[in-house]
């Protein structure tokens, strides 16, 4: 009896390794097959390619900024104010001469920061939100269309203005009026898609198998609306760097001396009319080119995440 059992164990032993393994050998080709996808779709778009690089640059200067500035951003130099583009300052200095290239290089950081934690905010919520609208009906989601509708009703940078103003000009609430006037296209945009699917077979299948609502929508309908959004996610990206410029640049966004695109645009706004054109043309470069990365990657990241795409 003893051998037997143990014979018996054995097996099982041997039958839950074959299973591990079969188990880690798909994974790794799933692995294998993405990466390979991905790398036929930016062989195939040089411009997805691109922009895939330039923002690759971007987030990198994002995350090594502090190391890789070649001055303190904030340190004045008087004696160098204003000075054009020369070999020890790249881009130039300020009207207090700190070293421009150094101020993007940080300001880099700040922008991104800004962007991707108000995005990332709204599309959470508004994904969840319009998700569980959508596949539900009745009176909440017809309350909730119409908040979505007042919202989108106001231009959104005046929205955006009035928020911070009444909220105070601090990041967090530039974060979350960023957030709010982001909201709606994913609410709307996860409402619309949730409902046309909310009907299909695999969803039906799925509460056959006693799913509940809960994980019908986080599980099975939110996972095939992510590749629909990720144009608008990508495009929102962009939105909310403007954004936080140009409420910094009207004076409602960060304040001075801290490094931001939208401060260093309107400070050397004054100087435009002498001709110090460098204050303006390289943190409005950089604004513009980090803008268009976010812009150009949209069509990349539907073909990479869209399963259709896939051949």
């Not at 530039?174 to 949730?194: D, G, K, Q, S």
């Not at 799913?211 to 309908?221: I, K, P, Q, S």
């Not at 939110?222 to 144009?231: C, E, I, T």
């Given at each position: 009896m003893n051998a037997a059992a143990q014979a018996l164990k054995g097996r099982g032993r041997s039958f839950l390794a074959v299973r591990l393994e079969s188990r880690m050998s798909s994974t790794a080709t799933q692995r294998g097959g993405t990466l390979r996808h991905i790398s036929f779709v930016l062989r195939g778009n040089p411009v997805t390619a691109l922009a895939a690089a330039g923002l690759a640059l971007v987030v990198l200067a994002a995350l090594l900024a502090p190391w890789i500035a070649p001055y303190d951003p904030i340190a004045s130099d008087v004696p160098q104010a204003l000075q054009p583009p020369t070999a020890a300052h790249w881009a130039g200095t300020d009207q207090l001469g700190r070293d421009i290239l150094s101020r993007i290089v940080m300001a880099t950081r700040l922008d991104l920061f800004i962007a991707v934690t108000a995005v990332g905010l709204s599309f959470v919520v508004g994904a969840v939100v319009g998700g569980f609208c959508g596949y539900r009906g009745g009176r909440l989601d017809r309350w909730v269309g119409r908040i979505v509708d007042v919202l989108m009703a106001f231009p959104l940078?005046?929205?955006?203005?009035?928020?911070?103003?009444?909220?105070?000009?601090r990041m967090e609430n530039?974060?979350?009026?960023?957030?709010?006037?982001?909201?709606?296209?994913?609410?709307?945009?996860?409402?619309?898609?949730?409902n046309v699917r909310r009907n299909a077979g695999w969803v039906e299948a799925a509460?056959?198998?006693?799913?509940?609502?809960?994980?019908?929508?986080?599980?099975?309908?939110?996972?095939?609306?992510?590749?629909?959004?990720?144009?608008?996610?990508?495009?929102?990206?962009?939105?909310?760097?403007?954004?936080?410029?140009?409420?910094?640049?009207i004076g409602l966004g960060v304040q001075a001396p801290t490094p931001e695109w939208g401060i260093m645009v309107a400070e050397g706004a004054h100087f435009i009319t002498t001709g110090k054109w460098w204050l303006v043309a390289f943190p409005g470069l950089a604004l513009m080119l980090t803008v268009l990365f976010f812009n150009l990657l949209g069509d990349g990241l539907r073909d990479i995440l869209d399963p259709r795409m896939r051949t």
């Open positions: 940078f005046v929205l955006a203005m009035a928020l911070v103003a009444a909220l105070g000009n530039i974060i979350i009026a960023t957030a709010i006037i982001n909201l709606p296209f994913y609410t709307r945009f996860a409402r619309a898609e949730v509460r056959a198998c006693g799913e509940g609502h809960l994980a019908v929508v986080l599980r099975f309908l939110l996972p095939n609306v992510l590749p629909a959004m990720a144009v608008q996610i990508s495009l929102n990206l962009g939105w909310a760097i403007l954004n936080a410029a140009g409420l910094s640049f």
